[in-house]
């Protein structure tokens, strides 16, 4: 049973902001969303983590709802290098449960 | 700091054969996971460890064994390879604490069994 769904795949202009939705409706009170992305086959990158609030850092934003639902991924100004498989994911009782993920497009 | 490190990088295997795939990481973290990835598909948790000593089944712990008898290393071992075990294998590490899990990454093992 997947915990977070994720669409396939988006595209993003360079330069634009990508915005990247999650949907978690089965959420608990103590699980935190995490955002991980994987350029290639590399090994899977930490963007950014939130519980409640939404969340700020240099790479990204984190934008949930109220009713912690569903969250937001935004990166501001996507460049070429942001094309990666990016995963929305839930940290409960020291396991992380990954998704399928969104396959992001950063076109020219 | 090296950060989180696996060997060997690349694997065949024979059906029935067995390999330890190992992991260590030198930032004295506490938690340690390991992850397979199929292709086209995500992570899917295995085996993960919250310290020297213990260690607890994920999501897909079937064909798998693993032990933890130092901080820095997490060992995978499989016992009797299987066709449906080829996948790309991921070790991570984290320091204890919900709000600063950040799991940090090794580069991978890819695992072939024919």
């Known amino acids: 049973d997947a915990k977070t769904t994720q669409p396939t795949s988006m595209d993003c202009a360079e330069g634009r902001a990508a915005n990247l939705p999650c949907n978690h409706s089965?959420?608990?009170?103590?699980?935190?969303v995490y955002w991980y992305r994987q350029i290639h086959s590399q090994g899977p990158q930490y963007i950014i983590h939130?519980?409640?609030n939404n969340e700020t850092n240099e790479m990204a934003s984190l934008i949930i709802t109220e009713d912690r639902k569903s969250s937001t991924l935004i990166l501001p100004h996507a460049t070429l290098r942001d094309t990666a498989v990016y995963y929305c994911?839930?940290?409960?009782?020291?396991?992380?449960?990954f998704g399928s993920g969104t396959k992001l497009n950063v076109k020219p | 700091n090296a950060g989180v490190t696996q060997t060997p990088k690349f694997r065949i295997l024979k059906i029935g054969q067995s390999m330890t795939l190992q992991c260590t990481q030198d930032?004295?973290?506490?938690?340690m996971y390991w992850y397979r990835q199929d292709p086209g598909m995500g992570l899917k948790l295995i085996y993960y460890?919250?310290?020297?000593?213990?260690?607890d089944k994920g999501e897909v712990p079937n064909g798998y064994n693993v032990s933890r008898s130092t901080t820095e290393d997490f060992p995978l071992r499989l016992e009797l390879a299987a066709p449906s075990q080829t996948s790309v294998y991921f070790c991570?590490?984290?320091?204890?604490?919900?709000?600063?899990?950040?799991?940090?990454f090794g580069p991978g093992t890819r695992l072939t069994v024919l």
């Open positions: 994911l839930l940290y409960n009782f020291n396991k992380f449960y």
């Open positions: 930032m004295n973290h506490n938690y």
């Open positions: 089965t959420i608990s009170g103590n699980e935190y």
């Open positions: 939130g519980l409640k």
């Open positions: 460890s919250v310290g020297a000593g213990i260690t």
């Open positions: 991570a590490s984290s320091p204890i604490g919900v709000d600063t899990d950040t799991q940090y």
